[in-house]
T-cell receptor, first 113, second 113 residues
Framework: DTGVSQNPRHKITKRGQNVTFRCDPISEHNRLYWYRQTLGQGPEFLTYFQNEAQLEKSRLLSDRFSAERPKGSFSTLEIQRTEQGDSAMYLC???????????FGNGTRLTVT | KQEVTQIPAALSVPEGENLVLNCSFTDSAIYNLQWFRQDPGKGLTSLLLIQSSQREQTSGRLNASLDKSSGRSTLYIAASQPGDSATYLCAVDSGGSNYKLTFGKGTLLTVNP
């Protein structure tokens, strides 16, 4: 169990650029979540995958956000045409079942200038 | 829509004190509830998970209780230590086809030596 791995740890980008983050969950964890967290707030749900199927997506998520989990292993989160309001910590989590605790990665901190 | 509230937002105690953190949720039809710890700039670490059919869970100096009917959970920390200083978050799984966990904003705990 090497834990949930997220890359990069930090990303600074200019407004209007596209960015992509990667999450490698714990092997054999079929459930994968993306959350976003800003300072002083709890994590806000973005999307959920069960294996390769995206089963839930936040209604608050604009069309600029897209996530994939090909082959049900690693996942990517892409933000197109970034805005300053996208600056946040993006967290990935995985678990083997609904009755098991979530394991979080250390996140990717995005700064949009 | 499930909403989760944590009180107090911040708490400062001297080392050795026993303390209670509170979490309330608006929809009592939950699947489970989890308590997490978050250190600055890091991801979340799961502390305890309580299924909807359970009343409490214990791990070392931590005890979490759940009262579904009143929409409340408490996290009890015994004999607090400076290393317990962190933000504590609770999260609710509302069950069914709603897969996301809804988080509170957290309680920032400082344990002074």
């Amino acid at each position: 169990d090497t834990g949930v791995s997220q890359n990069p740890r930090h990303k600074i980008t200019k407004r209007g650029q596209n960015v992509t983050f990667r999450c490698d969950p714990i092997s054999e964890h079929n459930r994968l979540y993306w959350y976003r967290q800003t300072l002083g707030q709890g994590p806000e749900f973005l999307t959920y995958f069960q294996n390769e199927a995206q089963l839930e997506k936040s209604r608050l998520l604009s069309d600029r956000f897209s996530a994939e989990r090909p082959k049900g292993s690693f996942s990517t989160l892409e933000i197109q045409r970034t805005e300053q309001g996208d600056s946040a910590m993006y967290l990935c989590a995985s678990s083997p079942s609904r009755d098991s605790p979530l394991h979080f990665g250390n996140g990717t901190r995005l700064t949009v200038t | 829509k499930q909403e989760v509230t944590q009180i107090p937002a911040a708490l400062s105690v001297p080392e050795g004190e026993n303390l209670v953190l509170n979490c309330s949720f608006t929809d009592s039809a939950i699947y489970n509830l989890q308590w997490f710890r978050q250190d600055p700039g890091k991801g979340l670490t799961s502390l305890l998970l309580i299924q909807s059919s359970q009343r409490e869970q214990t791990s070392g100096r931590l005890n979490a209780s759940l009262d579904k009917s009143s929409g409340r959970s408490t996290l009890y920390i015994a004999a607090s230590q400076p290393g317990d200083s962190a933000t504590y978050l609770c999260a609710v799984d509302s069950g069914g086809s709603n897969y996301k966990l809804t988080f509170g904003k957290g309680t920032l705990l400082t344990v002074n030596p």
